[in-house]
């Protein structure tokens, strides 16, 4: 009998929420593919989806919960930043992709937070987009910058407060793109939230959600701002073999692919939760 396989997965970690008062955008959370893996049969492999970060009310976003297979961790994204933060007033925050930082006067815009946050490789993330500070963008606004993507830096506030690109992945069975950076929030125009589920921007009013079990950002708002989006984790296996989970998973299988179960873990309701491959 064999005692191991070879297997592909997908780690991706809970988005940052967004910065209210003119906030950045949240950060994408960290995004990690392994494929031809060993994993070792009737052994306990560690599983763990991140929640997506809370939204700043008053202070920045919170940051993104990690997620977790076997040994192998995508940071959650970093929240946004808001505009009545200090020390530095409205810094994103740092994360698996940085927040961005928050629209400010009378100096310039905040630093968006740093991605990649801590460093693995390849990367797993980019910074967020640094804020605008008012009456450098037509017409005088204020405006965040956008959450960094897995595939792309946030744009600055100045530039337009986009979130950066997802990744696309076809590990499931088709194509489908991740962690996204959150939109930046603005009084007038807001950016838009990048590919991969990132929430949008509010123009003088609150950002939307990033895609839950996409580790999307969420985006920021002149007046409130989104939730991050939840991670996600998927582990694609020969058919000859099937995962068991721990009472705590929620998690579907798909045979859609031929020779393989794919599994797609949606939330884990501790950070013990483990897997099993028999």
Do not use: C, H, W
């Not at 070879?6 to 967004?18: E, I, K, P, S, W």
């Not at 997506?52 to 076997?70: D, E, L, M």
């Not at 005088?140 to 997802?166: K, L, P």
């Not at 939307?208 to 002149?222: L, V, Y």
Request: hydrophobic share 25%; no cysteine; aromatic share 6%.
């Amino acid at each position: 009998p064999i005692s191991s396989i070879t297997a592909d997965y997908l780690v991706v970690a809970g988005g940052g929420g967004g910065g209210d008062s003119y906030g950045g955008g949240g950060g994408a959370g960290g995004y990690r593919e392994f494929t031809s893996q060993s994993l070792t049969l009737g052994t306990a492999y560690a599983v763990t989806v991140g929640a997506g970060g809370t939204v700043g009310s008053g202070a920045n976003g919170g940051s993104g919960g990690n997620s977790t297979f076997s040994t192998n961790t995508a940071n959650g994204g970093g929240g946004g930043g808001n505009y009545l933060t200090a020390p530095g007033p409205g810094q994103g925050v740092s994360g698996g992709s940085g927040g961005g930082g928050a629209g400010y006067f009378p100096s310039a815009g905040p630093a968006g937070g740093n991605g990649n946050t801590p460093a693995t490789t390849p990367s797993q993330g980019n910074n967020g987009g640094q804020g605008a500070q008012y009456g450098a963008v037509t017409p005088a606004q204020y405006r965040g910058g956008g959450g960094g993507g897995a595939g792309a830096v946030g744009a600055t506030g100045v530039a337009s407060g986009n979130g950066g690109a997802g990744t696309a992945s076809s590990i499931s069975g088709s194509s489908v793109t991740y962690a996204g950076g959150g939109g930046g929030g603005s009084s007038i125009t807001a950016g838009t939230g990048g590919s991969g589920g990132g929430g949008n921007g509010g123009p003088a009013g609150a950002g939307t959600a990033g895609t839950a079990n996409r580790g999307a950002g969420g985006g920021g708002g002149a007046t409130g701002a989104g939730t991050g989006g939840s991670g996600v984790v998927i582990i694609k296996i020969p058919n000859t073999v099937k995962a068991v989970f721990s009472s705590g998973v929620t998690a579907s299988l798909s045979t859609a692919t031929a020779g393989y179960n794919i599994y797609t873990v949606t939330a884990t309701s501790t950070t013990s939760e483990t897997v099993v491959f028999a």
